[in-house]
């Protein structure tokens, strides 16, 4: 199965997408969803691609549907919500490829251009620093990974249980 | 519920070129313990000034303000502020700057970045610690200045137009995360003013709603809040309030 | 608090210190050269020399540092301080520095009672008065645009005084000093080459230095010598630029307010620096050596304890410390003014020198000169940076060109020029047109490649759409468009213009001066011994008088009017 690339859109939005279809009985036409939100279509359809992807929104037809997943973050707690985050990305592909080579690294992390050499070599379609940028903020969001631009380096986050 | 701050004829006139131009003319207003209280109006008519005197960031022309029952000089340390901008410093990791009014708090690097952890968790930041602003989204970087004016644990929190600069799936997500925290009975604050143009916002939010009028600033009415949390944004009530407010504006 | 802000000055020490000791090195340990006017130049003492002419270079810019932050910080913050400072700045900006060293060295060398140590000072104090002005006046910039919310966002968390010099000031202030400090050194190896060697009392004293080596080599004859020292200059300029600024400005980036999206398109000249892979490979292992240098932990700052101690004085105390510290700055300033009121009193008594009729046609004549220069840079810069601003491929070859080439001193050319002009008719005004030239040329050709570079691209090609080619297209388009820039340059231009005419009208020349009439000769011959101190100060003043009121009546006009006029906005 071909590796799919992250839509350049941000956690926030998704679970936004998230509440509103929740407002409405959990199902709304996209097209009309796009009109209500006053937001560019082409914008919303990667909000959805990205929520589809992480399996709180499903799209028969035109319209987008509120999964029980998608449900069940928005009823839970934050930390809860991460959590249920988390499970979700380490599904995909992207995700796994990129920590199998953060925990095969030396102190399981390694500098940042790697990162973007080995997403430009598993998705040459893509722009690598979007993509990056999206993997990042989506892997900080779900606690998997981080980094920093002091030290230019990705670095594999520790599961640290807080209180 | 006692007011735990009062304004007493605020007046607020700037000197300009062509001569004074009045902000605000004698507002009057009483902030109860534990409410939230939402400012609406149309821009231009001073809420955001009015929310910066409260703050004690501006000086009134004239008026009063009292908090917890004393007058106050000069900025008010028992409140946190949420900004539109985020008014978050770029060369500082998400860390820092919530840990910036901390250390001006005097406490040591242990506590501080332990009560700085505490916060970026609670606004579901952690993750994100060294991160620098410019590489988050709006909807995360307004997450830094919310976590930043709750680690002081001020007794009121001040959101001036918090989720205008933000699109509307984000804004929503955030106000739903806001409603959450504002349950949650850890939370050292529970009185919270926010200053919005946004009715459905205000009336989501709010317990009551004071509606300012422009040229110069005044209010016209208050409003008191009674629809049950969690509240539906779809249902007849809600829109009834919604289109009550919108007509006092206009 | 980890705070990396300490990770630039501890890295730019470093770099500093290493340069500064490989030089000295290789040069096999300092030796302070004895006697005065014997200084030998051969290839084998330039590394000693360069090593002199870089310290004095350091030790400027520390001073100016030192004098521009405050100065800055107290313009931006201090309403009332803002009102005085600021139009000084101003006048100090336009003012030719060079004009002042006659004085400056005077002064110095007889505070020191005719030391070399003197000569030390006044050289680096004219280096000093050519970088720290444009330095201040960039901080001054950067506090005044720090938004509003970012002071009102500190203020409610409780953030003051130290801690928000730290935490706000000092870093807003981070890109404008790298960027104003590349200038200002490109500043100060202008007048450190002019001002190795000066003339005081019945002997000629040279400092060690580059700039005496190419003076010394240049009057003896010897091309090849004077060419080799004028590659080493290069060599350490271009080091500079690879090792110290270009590093600091990417570091600098950090320190910017963006209100756009974070993916910024890194510029054309930066793309092109990165291609080059010597370039790359020597800028990782520069941020690794400073990712490791921050990792060390020193305390640059003073110890917070103290700092609190301070903060904790009650705030009467802090007042009357900070009126205190005003007073005695007041009564410093008030003294000087009055001493240097009485003294310019003494010398300006009438009678006046009979030379002092001399100064109207004198300025004339310096005017002309630089009209002429101006003109010739015109007419290359224009279509140079026409014809390159509209071609991205040619930009990635001018820009950087220009770049270093702007970055060398063309005052170490000075040499070459005379060596070659002096000998044909008129050759002296030839000479000084052309020195004269290469103070001001760099300037006009930077700003107008941005200029012309920025045009929108849709506007280009509305203009080509519409069939409007070469000078119609020209003169519908590129001129205006570019005609702000054109302005700023000339303004920046003419500034550096008059200060080489300083240099460029009187020039001493293997035993001989060669001279034409004009206000740069007059101001030189005032310091042949003994000396017309009257004169000094009258062509000084005459020509600073000239320069406020051509800048405040002509070039600022003007700069309104094509700025009002020609400005595009979206």
């Known amino acids: 199965m071909p590796i799919e690339p992250l839509p350049s859109t941000g956690i926030s939005k998704v679970l936004g997408l998230c509440e509103i279809l929740d407002d409405h009985q959990g199902k709304e036409d996209v097209y009309r969803l796009a009109q209500d939100l006053h937001m560019p279509f082409g914008e919303l359809l990667l909000v959805i691609k990205g929520a589809e992807m992480l399996g709180m929104v499903e799209t028969p037809g035109g319209d987008a549907v509120l999964t029980p997943l998608g449900k069940r973050a928005l009823e839970s707690s934050m930390n809860e919500k991460k959590a249920l985050l988390r499970q979700a990305m380490l599904k995909l592909k992207v995700f796994q490829h990129v920590l199998k080579l953060l925990e095969n690294a030396q102190e399981n992390e390694v500098p940042a251009e790697v990162i973007l050499e080995e997403l430009a070599v598993l998705l040459p379609q893509e722009q690598p620093r979007q993509l990056f940028t999206t993997l990042l903020n989506w892997g900080r969001y779900g606690e998997i990974f981080g980094y920093s631009r002091d030290t230019d380096q990705f670095y594999l986050q520790k599961p640290e249980k807080t209180p | 519920m006692p007011a735990i701050i009062e304004l007493e004829h605020i007046t607020k006139i700037y000197p300009r070129p062509e001569g004074e131009s009045q902000i605000l003319a004698d507002v009057s207003l009483e902030v109860m313990d534990g409410e939230v209280l939402a400012v609406v109006g149309p821009s231009g008519c001073g809420k955001s000034t009015l929310l910066r005197i409260i703050h004690g960031l501006i000086p009134p022309s004239a008026g009063v303000v009292r908090f917890a029952g004393r007058a106050q000089d000069g900025i008010n340390l028992s409140c946190g502020m949420v900004f539109q901008s985020f008014a978050l410093l770029p060369w500082l990791t998400v860390e820092q700057n919530v840990m910036v009014g901390l250390e001006a708090r005097g406490l040591d690097d242990e506590t501080c970045r332990k009560r700085a952890m505490k916060y970026i968790d609670k606004v579901g930041l952690d993750g994100n610690e060294e991160a620098y602003p410019r590489e988050l989204s709006g909807g995360m970087k307004q997450r830094v200045g919310l976590a930043r004016a709750l680690a002081v644990e001020p007794k009121v929190l001040l959101m001036d137009e918090p989720f205008s600069a933000l699109d509307a799936l984000t804004s929503i997500n955030l106000r739903e995360e806001l409603i959450d925290l504002w349950g949650d009975p850890a939370l050292p604050v529970d009185t919270i003013v926010i200053v919005t143009h946004l009715i459905e916002e205000a009336v989501e939010l709010a317990d009551r709603i004071v509606v300012l009028a422009s040229n110069p600033g005044r209010i016209v009415e208050s409003i008191k809040v009674e629809l049950p949390r969690p509240r539906e944004r779809k249902s007849p009530e809600f829109s009834a309030l919604v289109d009550r407010v919108f007509s006092l504006i206009v | ?570």
């Open chain 3, 1 to 570: 608090m980890k705070f990396s802000f300490t990770q630039a000055a501890r890295y730019t020490a470093l770099v500093l210190l290493v340069l500064a000791g490989a030089v000295l090195l290789v040069a096999g340990g300092v030796r302070y050269l004895p006697a005065r006017g014997e200084m030998p130049a051969e290839v084998r003492h330039l590394p000693v020399y360069a090593a002199w002419s870089f310290l004095r270079m350091l030790i400027a810019y520390f001073f100016a540092l030192a004098f521009s932050i405050p100065y800055g910080f107290l313009a931006a913050t201090n309403k009332r301080a803002e009102k005085v400072l600021l139009p000084l700045l101003d006048i100090l900006q336009s003012v030719p520095v060079l004009g002042f060293f006659p004085a400056a060295v005077f002064f110095f060398v007889s505070l020191t009672h005719g030391s070399r140590l003197g000569v030390e000072m006044a050289s680096i104090f004219l280096i000093f008065t050519s970088q720290a002005w444009n330095i201040a006046f960039g901080c001054y910039e950067a506090l005044t645009t720090i938004p509003q919310d970012s002071f009102d966002a500190l203020a409610s968390q409780g953030v003051h005084g130290w801690q928000r010099f730290r935490i706000l000031y000092l870093p807003a202030c981070v890109p404008k000093l790298v960027y104003n400090s590349i200038l200002s050194w490109a500043g100060g190896w202008y007048f450190l080459i002019a001002c190795e060697i000066i003339s005081i009392g019945p002997t000629e004293a040279a400092l060690p230095g580059l700039g005496s080596f190419l003076k010394r080599a240049a009057a003896e004859g010897r091309v090849g010598l004077t060419l080799t020292g004028i590659a080493v200059l290069i060599a350490i300029v271009v080091a500079m630029h690879l090792f110290i600024w270009r590093p600091l400005e990417s570091w600098s980036e950090k320190f910017r307010y963006e209100f756009a999206a974070s993916t910024v398109a890194p510029s054309r000249l930066l793309v092109f620096y990165r291609e080059l892979r010597l370039v790359a490979y020597i800028g990782r292992t520069a941020r690794r050596l400073a990712a490791y240098v921050a990792r060390q932990k020193i305390r640059l700052f003073p110890p917070r304890q103290v700092i609190a101690d301070l903060e904790a004085l009650p705030p009467l105390w802090r007042r009357i410390v900070g009126r205190t510290i005003g007073i005695l700055a007041s009564a410093c300033a008030l003294y000087i003014l009055v001493r240097a009121g009485m003294a310019l009193v003494v010398v300006l008594r009438p009678p006046w020198p009979h030379q002092a009729w001399m100064i109207p046609a004198a300025l004339g004549a310096s005017f002309l000169r630089l009209l002429v220069a101006y003109i010739l840079a015109l007419a290359w810069t224009i279509p140079v940076a026409v014809w390159a601003g509209n071609r991205p491929r040619a930009m990635r070859i001018v820009g950087p060109f220009a770049q270093i080439a702007s970055s060398v001193p063309a005052t170490s050319l000075f040499p070459l020029i005379v060596m070659f002009a002096i000998h044909h008719r008129g050759g002296t005004n030839i000479a000084a047109v052309l020195l004269v030239l290469t103070g001001m040329q760099w300037y006009i050709l930077f700003n107008l490649l941005a200029g012309v570079h920025a045009i929108p691209g849709d506007l280009k090609e509305a203009t080509r759409s519409l069939g409007l080619t070469g000078w119609r297209a020209f003169k519908t388009l590129t001129l205006p468009a570019m005609l702000p820039s054109l302005i700023t340059g000339s303004i920046t231009g003419w500034g550096g213009g008059w200060n080489a005419l300083i240099l460029s009208e009187y020039l001493p020349y293997a035993g001989k001066v060669y001279s034409v009439l004009g206000i740069g000769t007059l101001l030189q011959e005032a310091t042949v011994p003994p000396g017309n101190q009257a004169m000094m100060v009258l062509s000084l003043v005459a020509m600073v008088v000239v320069i406020l009121l051509l800048n405040r009546f002509f070039w600022r006009r003007m700069y309104n009017w094509a700025a009002d006029l020609y400005k595009i906005e979206y």
